[in-house]
C-alpha cells in the first residue's frame, strides 16, 4: 500500500502509487537557469598543468623527522631551540599565574569583608 500526506487532515493517508511518487509541492524538473559561479577563475585540466608537483616546493618531512627523531633526551616540544623554551617558560608561567589568581579569588569569596 502507499501513503501519501493529506494537506486537509494532516496525516498519511493511502493513495494510488502514482499520487504516492508525485506529492503535491514538489516538481519534477531542471532548474530554470544554471547556478552562478563562484570563483571567477577557471579552473585547469590536470593534463595543461606542467607539473603537480611544481607548486609543493621540497619536502622537508624526511628532513623534519630525522630531526625530531634524534635521541638527545630534549622533549620534543623543545627540540627547535630558544624559540621552543620562550614559549614554553611563558606558557608555564602565564598557567602558574592562573593558578595563582584562582586560588586568591577563591580565598577572598570565601572570607568576605565584614561590615
Known amino acids: 500500500m502507499y501513503y501519501k500526506f493529506s494537506g486537509f ?5 493511502g493513495s494510488a ?5 508525485s506529492p503535491q509541492g514538489l516538481k ?3 532548474p ?3 547556478p552562478p559561479m563562484i570563483f571567477a577563475t577557471p579552473t585547469k585540466v590536470v593534463s595543461e598543468g606542467v607539473s603537480t608537483a611544481d607548486h609543493m616546493g ?3 618531512v624526511p628532513e623534519l623527522q630525522r630531526f625530531f627523531q634524534k635521541p638527545d633526551g630534549v622533549p ?7 624559540s621552543d623554551r620562550l614559549l614554553y617558560r611563558t606558557t608555564m608561567a602565564l598557567t602558574v599565574g592562573g593558578v ?3 586560588i586568591v579569588a577563591l580565598y577572598i569569596a ?4 565584614k561590615k
Not at 570565601?110 to 569583608?113: G, I, Q, V, Y
Request: charged share 20%; hydrophobic share 35%; proline share 3%.
Open 32 to 34: 530554470a537557469e544554471s
Open 9 to 13: 487532515t494532516q496525516k498519511l493517508t
Open 28 to 30: 519534477a524538473g531542471l
Open 110 to 113: 570565601a572570607h568576605p569583608n
Open 58 to 60: 621540497k619536502n622537508k
Open 17 to 21: 502509487s502514482g499520487a504516492a511518487y
Open 76 to 82: 620534543i616540544h623543545l627540540k627547535r631551540g630558544l
Open 100 to 102: 595563582v589568581y584562582c
